[in-house]
């Protein structure tokens, strides 16, 4: 069984530009959701999909989206990049809603 | 505005003693609680939980407690041990349907060997 994986781990990037993060759901969970952890602080939920729809979200600008795939494999997109983007951006999956969550590593985005 | 704090941002503690780390929360909508820990380089792994109709919940070393009217949960780890020292972060969620977890700014442990 294999877990929840993301890619890249690290990312550097320019203010301005776009960014996709991907992230692999464990086997067998069908929810899928993204949080944003900022230095020194808890993770923030950013989106949760279920079965490739998107099935709440949390308090962030629609220049934050994501898809997710009928593999369950899901995607974080985040347009016009600004410096407070920089944060370490964790992907989450689940077998079901409100079931445990399992996480990734984790993305680092750093935004320069 | 945060609705789930952990105060005291690192605690260290000798190994073999009781490490007790702890949690408050505002929103008295929440109904389940989590524990998650993370080391350097990893996600969060769930540790425990407890649901708001429970005062206690308990896993081998691990026990969480909850205090509804004080809106107050704790957890406590004994004996601690070296492989303890991570960050923890307590989490907190409203009734099913809601997918949201709601974290904590986390508590850096320690354990002294």
């Known amino acids: ?112 | 505005d945060q609705q789930v704090k952990q105060n005291s941002p690192s605690l260290s503690v000798q190994e073999g003693r009781i490490s007790i780390l702890n949690c408050d929360y505002t929103n008295s909508m929440f109904d389940y609680f989590l524990w998650y820990k993370k080391y350097p380089a990893e996600g969060p792994t769930f540790l425990i939980s407890i649901s708001s109709i429970k005062d206690k919940n308990e896993d081998g070393r691990f026990t969480v407690f909850l205090n509804k009217s004080a809106k107050h949960l704790s957890l406590h780890i004994v004996p601690s041990q070296p492989g303890d020292s991570a960050v923890y972060f307590c989490a907190a969620r409203k009734p099913v349907g809601n997918e949201k977890l709601t974290f904590g700014t986390g508590t850096r442990l320690t354990i002294i060997p």
């Open chain 1, 1 to 112: 069984e294999t877990g929840v994986t993301q890619s890249p781990t690290h990312l550097i990037k320019t203010r301005g530009q776009q960014v996709t993060l991907r992230c692999s759901s464990q086997s067998g969970h069908n929810t899928v959701s993204w949080y944003q952890q900022a230095l020194g602080q808890g993770p923030q939920f950013i989106f949760q999909y279920y079965r490739e729809e998107e099935n709440g979200r949390g308090n962030f600008p629609p220049r934050f989206s994501g898809l997710q795939f009928p593999n369950y494999s899901s995607e974080l997109n985040v347009n016009a990049l600004e410096l407070d983007d920089s944060a370490l951006y964790l992907c989450a999956s689940s077998s079901q809603i409100n079931e445990k969550l399992f996480f990734g590593s984790g993305t680092q985005l750093s935004v320069l």
